[in-house]
Nanobody, 125 residues
Framework: QVQLVESGGGLVQFGGSLRLSCAAS????????MGWYRQAPGKERDLVAR???????TYADSVKGRFTISRDNAKNSVVLQMNSLKPEDTAVYYC???????????????????WGQGTQVTVSS
Protein backbone atom coordinates (compact mmCIF):
# COMPACT_ATOMS: atom_id res chain seq x y z
CA GLN A 1 0.00 0.00 0.00
CA VAL A 2 0.90 3.62 -0.48
CA GLN A 3 0.80 6.05 2.41
CA LEU A 4 0.56 9.82 2.03
CA VAL A 5 1.55 12.31 4.71
CA GLU A 6 0.32 15.87 4.25
CA SER A 7 1.41 19.00 6.09
CA GLY A 8 1.20 22.76 5.89
CA GLY A 9 -2.45 23.72 6.20
CA GLY A 10 -3.71 26.38 8.56
CA LEU A 11 -5.30 29.79 8.94
CA VAL A 12 -4.06 32.75 6.94
CA GLN A 13 -5.32 36.23 6.14
CA PHE A 14 -6.47 37.44 2.74
CA GLY A 15 -3.45 37.90 0.50
CA GLY A 16 -1.24 35.63 2.57
CA SER A 17 0.67 32.50 1.63
CA LEU A 18 0.74 28.87 2.64
CA ARG A 19 2.84 25.91 1.55
CA LEU A 20 1.38 22.41 1.44
CA SER A 21 3.61 19.35 1.34
CA CYS A 22 2.83 15.71 0.68
CA ALA A 23 5.19 12.75 0.84
CA ALA A 24 4.44 9.26 -0.42
CA SER A 25 5.88 6.11 1.09
CA UNK A 26 5.34 2.37 1.04
CA UNK A 27 4.95 0.25 -2.09
CA UNK A 28 5.25 3.15 -4.50
CA UNK A 29 6.69 1.61 -7.64
CA UNK A 30 6.42 4.15 -10.41
CA UNK A 31 4.49 7.33 -9.73
CA UNK A 32 2.73 8.81 -12.75
CA UNK A 33 1.38 11.99 -11.24
CA MET A 34 0.94 13.78 -7.93
CA GLY A 35 -1.47 16.56 -7.22
CA TRP A 36 -3.75 18.50 -4.94
CA TYR A 37 -7.52 18.66 -4.90
CA ARG A 38 -9.79 20.66 -2.62
CA GLN A 39 -13.28 20.38 -1.28
CA ALA A 40 -15.24 23.22 0.25
CA PRO A 41 -18.32 22.58 2.41
CA GLY A 42 -21.26 21.49 0.28
CA LYS A 43 -19.17 21.30 -2.88
CA GLU A 44 -17.47 18.58 -4.88
CA ARG A 45 -13.80 17.78 -4.70
CA ASP A 46 -12.05 19.63 -7.52
CA LEU A 47 -8.58 19.63 -8.99
CA VAL A 48 -6.30 22.43 -7.82
CA ALA A 49 -3.06 21.41 -9.49
CA ARG A 50 -1.19 18.30 -10.54
CA UNK A 51 2.21 17.44 -11.94
CA UNK A 52 3.36 14.42 -13.91
CA UNK A 53 6.60 12.48 -13.60
CA UNK A 54 8.09 14.52 -16.44
CA UNK A 55 7.03 17.84 -14.96
CA UNK A 56 3.91 18.63 -16.94
CA UNK A 57 1.60 20.75 -14.80
CA THR A 58 -2.13 21.40 -14.80
CA TYR A 59 -3.85 24.12 -12.80
CA ALA A 60 -7.43 25.07 -12.12
CA ASP A 61 -8.22 28.40 -13.77
CA SER A 62 -9.04 29.93 -10.40
CA VAL A 63 -5.49 29.41 -9.08
CA LYS A 64 -3.38 30.11 -12.16
CA GLY A 65 -0.76 32.74 -11.44
CA ARG A 66 -1.16 32.34 -7.67
CA PHE A 67 -0.36 28.69 -6.95
CA THR A 68 2.72 26.73 -7.99
CA ILE A 69 3.10 22.97 -7.81
CA SER A 70 6.48 21.29 -7.73
CA ARG A 71 7.70 17.75 -7.28
CA ASP A 72 10.76 16.00 -5.94
CA ASN A 73 10.86 12.63 -7.69
CA ALA A 74 13.74 11.38 -5.55
CA LYS A 75 11.74 12.01 -2.38
CA ASN A 76 8.36 11.06 -3.85
CA SER A 77 6.97 14.34 -2.64
CA VAL A 78 4.96 17.24 -3.98
CA VAL A 79 4.65 20.83 -2.78
CA LEU A 80 1.91 23.34 -3.45
CA GLN A 81 2.97 26.94 -2.90
CA MET A 82 -0.11 29.10 -2.50
CA ASN A 83 0.22 32.87 -2.74
CA SER A 84 -2.29 35.72 -2.81
CA LEU A 85 -4.80 33.56 -1.01
CA LYS A 86 -8.47 34.49 -1.09
CA PRO A 87 -11.39 33.49 1.14
CA GLU A 88 -12.74 31.39 -1.72
CA ASP A 89 -9.62 29.22 -1.44
CA THR A 90 -10.89 28.00 1.92
CA ALA A 91 -11.33 24.23 1.75
CA VAL A 92 -9.91 20.91 2.80
CA TYR A 93 -6.97 20.15 0.52
CA TYR A 94 -6.23 16.55 -0.41
CA CYS A 95 -3.03 15.12 -1.80
CA UNK A 96 -3.44 12.58 -4.59
CA UNK A 97 -0.97 10.17 -6.16
CA UNK A 98 -1.44 7.94 -9.18
CA UNK A 99 1.02 5.20 -10.02
CA UNK A 100 1.65 1.50 -10.33
CA UNK A 101 3.95 -1.24 -9.12
CA UNK A 102 4.89 -4.67 -10.45
CA UNK A 103 3.30 -7.59 -8.62
CA UNK A 104 5.01 -10.62 -10.18
CA UNK A 105 7.95 -11.75 -12.31
CA UNK A 106 5.77 -11.78 -15.42
CA UNK A 107 5.50 -8.04 -15.14
CA UNK A 108 1.87 -7.76 -14.12
CA UNK A 109 1.26 -4.55 -12.27
CA UNK A 110 -1.21 -2.98 -9.89
CA UNK A 111 -2.40 0.55 -10.56
CA UNK A 112 -3.27 2.75 -7.63
CA UNK A 113 -4.95 6.10 -7.03
CA UNK A 114 -4.42 7.11 -3.41
CA TRP A 115 -5.63 10.05 -1.35
CA GLY A 116 -4.28 11.74 1.72
CA GLN A 117 -6.47 12.47 4.73
CA GLY A 118 -6.74 16.15 3.91
CA THR A 119 -5.51 19.35 5.49
CA GLN A 120 -7.66 22.38 6.25
CA VAL A 121 -6.84 25.71 4.64
CA THR A 122 -8.80 28.70 5.91
CA VAL A 123 -8.40 32.19 4.47
CA SER A 124 -9.94 35.02 6.47
CA SER A 125 -11.16 38.21 4.83
Amino acid sequence: QVQLVESGGGLVQFGGSLRLSCAASGRIGSINSMGWYRQAPGKERDLVARITSVGTTTYADSVKGRFTISRDNAKNSVVLQMNSLKPEDTAVYYCNVVGRYVVNVEGAYFEYNEWGQGTQVTVSS
